[in-house]
């Protein structure tokens, strides 16, 4: 089956600078990779989302990144502000998985004003 | 659009209790929905896909009669506790994604307290 790894499980930048979460997945069958971001308590949030056939995609201050010869891919984030803070996960699917998501382990951002 | 309700937000039970969480497509169809649970400070565990109009699939090493799930209509799942037990205590959360789509859209979650 898929496995989803991410990395770092915890990162703090300055408010206004740039957050790179990274994400790895081994399943080559793999064609949808959604992030979430997920305030405590609360639902997870759909903030972007790349296909396969796309490299990057880029919406506004996030964008995100498709390696998929390397089988990774990565949230950026830019000029990020306090409330940016939140858990990150990214996540992997295909029709082989019956569409089941795979999540990452999530990554707890903190952007210090 | 793509919003998905939960019922209830939260609730606190006596042990022994069945606790029944409803899962609702307010403005799409759902063919599939999902029933993850998640632990403080962890990701999101799938518990069982539920297609509409057939048994949920589980994931392993998830109890299917302790968990019953119902898919009764294509706006609706239920995800009923039963006989619960202080270990179940978690935060519960659904999702739902429409037919043709990818994308699953998540319910605000339940969180159960067994006592």
């Known amino acids: 089956g898929e496995n989803v790894e991410q990395h770092p499980s915890t990162l703090s930048v300055q408010e206004g600078d740039s957050a790179v979460i990274k994400c790895t997945y081994s399943d080559s069958a793999s064609n949808y990779f959604p992030w979430y971001k997920q305030e405590l308590g609360k639902r997870p949030q759909l903030i972007i989302d790349i296909r396969s056939n796309v490299g990057e995609k880029k919406d506004q201050r996030i964008a995100v990144t498709l390696n998929k010869t390397a089988k990774h891919f990565s949230l950026h984030i830019t000029e990020t502000q306090p409330e940016d803070s939140a858990v990150y996960f990214c996540?992997?699917?295909?029709?082989?998985?019956?569409?089941?998501?795979?999540f990452g382990t999530g990554t707890s951002l903190t952007v210090i004003p | 659009g793509a919003v998905v309700s939960q019922h209830p937000s939260r609730v606190i039970c006596k042990s022994g209790t069945s606790v029944k969480i409803e899962c609702r497509s307010l403005d799409f169809q759902a063919t599939t929905m999902f029933w993850y649970r998640q632990f403080p400070k962890q990701s999101l565990m799938l518990m069982a896909t539920?297609?509409?109009?057939?048994?949920?699939?589980?994931e392993q090493g998830v109890e299917k009669d302790k968990f019953l799930i119902n898919h009764a209509s294509l706006t609706l799942s239920t995800l009923t506790v039963t006989s619960a037990h202080p270990e179940d205590s978690s935060f519960y959360i659904c999702?739902?994604?429409?037919?043709?789509?990818?994308?699953?859209?998540f319910g605000p979650g339940t969180r159960l307290t067994v006592l």
């Open positions: 999702s739902a994604r429409a037919q043709g789509t990818d994308t699953q859209y």
């Open positions: 996540a992997a699917t295909s029709l082989n998985t019956g569409n089941q998501f795979y």
């Open positions: 539920s297609n509409e109009g057939s048994k949920a699939t589980y």
